[in-house]
């Protein structure tokens, strides 16, 4: 570039020695004065006392330079001898500086180093700045032509970085990283002390968990929580002071987001997720949301003090505002993205625990309308549950519990009811193949099981929603306004209506797709309940049938309400006959009561049928109470006679038993063995069994087999 001013001078001289002299002496005073003399291989202005140009010199110089037609190449020519003074010079000597932090082991030390190395750089380049104002100075008054003064500072600068970071050793990130992570936790120390001396993050907060560790921790410990050194030489305050210094070299230098960038993201990313771990892992019945919001807050201050300089002195700047914007966006998609994890993660023992665990999902769901995870918590969740519940050593009962936890938990996480649907599905898929799944299911709609009691809840809802009709119906009755579209991964093929309103029963019945099993095992476990439980509520069974029918229909629960009419009767027609029986004289009462319950058979389910040849005073007494029956039924048809031969459960042989032996207590061998002969080869092991309660040991001693 000389070169070709020189040959300019010459061409000039040629004609006239006076304008080459004057070109050449202008040329040599903006070269002198726009860079420093060293980077032109000449001697320091303070070495040979000359004193620099002033500006309206320099000025006057570019006059004539523009004269000739020079001025288009000022500017390449000072970005070349940057660049090569940067590459020959300052780069070197800069990283000189930072490779003595090998021999600095503690953080002050090293702030100090980085501190100096950063000052030493801009000394160096502190001419070329001064320099570059200059031009751009003179490019806004056009006296220069080039890319204009925006571009050649952006010029400048890109050259700048692209020089000294173009490949940047690792411990120089290590210690960048390091330090800043100390500078961010003297700042939040700083904070929590506030004015008077008091943490705000623990202000009425020491009822949590954490708080109350972190509280007498930090009074216990003989540490500062924010430099780390001891609290006697606490510098905290100094190690603030200096970062406000080293902040404003960068910020001059324009090497402010290309040294602490790196560093500052990896910091947050680091203290975020330590913050998490310890306040949130595990804590389901409350919400952190507002408590990191504020604490984000704080976050974003530390950022302004890292890249704004918003001091009095130095007000933001609108490219300043905008890196602050876009440094809270980025924390907070951060803590968004990290806290839905952590949640996923901990989603089968949050479900498990619902509805103590109510904040935890409602977190969740405010995370993920920000995030997009949803994929991520279909997978997590469906291999938590084939993991840790859907395999032989957990029960049918605790597998539908935790299905019902999961229905409640996740329409309050997902209102559309899809990741309930595709989450969900491998749970419905084994509850299946259980063997138990419908009688654990009935029993839990009436009461009868203690693991699954949310179902009788809810059964007696008031406003239940019906089986009958199937709810295929897309009308929505809500307001227009107020619709939602499913999600993207919803099936298209399923009604959004039915999966919204579906509840809990509805989703449980559907596992077969049929009510018909429900209200056959129903029916199954109220004959049982009825013929052989003694102690059963007639007023709660009656409860039960009229909340079945608003789910199931009036027509399917039709049997089980003839079924409870025949108990009904069947208690008053054997109060009647008592009451008949007692107003006789005592020599004409029967020597024991008979009880029987008249049953509609094409009501009842089927039962076992077996033959029972009674003994012949059971039989007498039997006659005697059909006879007694037939004079008080009324309106019932059919059962007019009654045959001696008794069709009845097996307990029916058990009283008869114990009967036959309260008659007689010393039998021959041979009549022991021959009053078996009425019983069913079933029923051998049942009366053996009686007879041991009752006392008859010489039965065995008589030579009766062992596999009676």
Known sequence: MEAEVAEVAAAAGGCDPAPGQELSVAWNTVSTGLVPPAALG????????????????????????????????????????????????????????????????????????????????????????????????????????????????????????????????????????????????????????????TDPELEGELDSRYARRRYYRLLQSPLCAGCGSDKQQCWCRQALEQFHQLSQVLHKLNLLERVSAEAVTTTLHQVTR?????????????????????????????????????????????????????????????????????????????????????????????CLERTDQRQQLLVSLKAALETRLLHPGVNTCDIITLYISAIKALRVLDPSMVILEVACEPIRRYLRTREDTVRQIVAGLTGDSDGTGDLAVELSKTDPASLETGQDSEDDSGEPEDWVPDPVDADPGKSSSKRRSSDIISLLVSIYGSKDLFINEYRSLLADRLLHQFSFSPEREIRNVELLKLRFGEAPMHFCEVMLKDMADSRRINANIREEDEKRPVEEQPPFGVYAVILSSEFWPPFKDEKLEVPEDIRAALEVYCKKY???????????????????????????????????????????????????????????????????????????????
């Not at 571009?151 to 890109?158: A, I, M, P, Q």
């Not at 103590?356 to 405010?366: F, G, H, T, W």
């Not at 008659?663 to 051998?684: A, D, F, I, Y």
């Open 42 to 197: 000449l001697a320091s202005s303070r070495t040979s006392g000359a004193v620099p140009p002033k500006e309206e010199e320099l000025r006057a110089a570019v006059e004539v330079l523009r004269s000739q037609g020079l001025h288009s190449v000022l500017e390449e020519w000072f970005v070349e001898v940057l660049q090569n003074d940067l590459q020959a010079n300052i780069s070197p000597e800069f990283w000189n500086a930072i490779s003595q932090r090998e021999k600095s082991a503690d953080e002050p030390q090293c702030l100090l180093l980085l501190l100096d190395a950063f000052g030493l750089l801009e000394s160096r380049l502190d001419p070329y700045l001064c320099s570059l104002e200059l031009l751009e100075k003179w490019t806004r008054l056009g006296l220069l032509m080039g890319t204009g003064a925006q571009g050649l500072r952006e010029k400048v600068h890109t050259m700048l970085r692209g020089v000294l970071f173009f490949s940047t050793p690792r411990t120089f990130q290590e210690m960048v990283q390091r330090l800043y992570g100390r500078f961010l936790r003297v700042y939040m120390q700083s904070k929590r002390k506030g004015e008077g001396g």
């Open 274 to 366: 330590e913050r998490m771990e310890d306040r949130c892992r595990g804590e389901y019945e409350r919400s952190f949301l507002r408590e990191f919001h504020k604490w984000i807050e704080r976050v974003v201050g530390w950022l302004g003090k890292v890249f704004l300089q918003d001091s009095p002195t130095r007000p933001a700047s609108p490219e300043a505002g905008n890196t602050l914007r876009r440094w809270r966006c980025h924390v907070q998609r951060f803590f968004y993205r990290i806290y839905a994890s952590l949640r996923i993660e901990e989603l089968f023992s949050i479900i498990r625990d619902f509805p103590d665990s109510r904040p935890a999902i409602e977190d969740l769901k405010y």
């Open 630 to 708: 037939e004079k008080l039924k009324v309106c019932l048809v059919g059962l007019s006679t009654v045959q001696p031969t008794v069709s009845a459960p097996v307990m029916f042989a058990q009283p008869c038993t114990c009967l036959v032996w309260h008659l007689q207590r010393s039998w021959p061998c041979s009549q022991k063995v021959g009053q078996l002969s009425w019983l069913q080869p079933s029923q051998h092991t049942t009366f053996i069994s009686i007879c041991g309660i009752l006392g008859a040991s010489p039965l065995r001693a008589a030579g009766v087999p062992e596999g009676l």
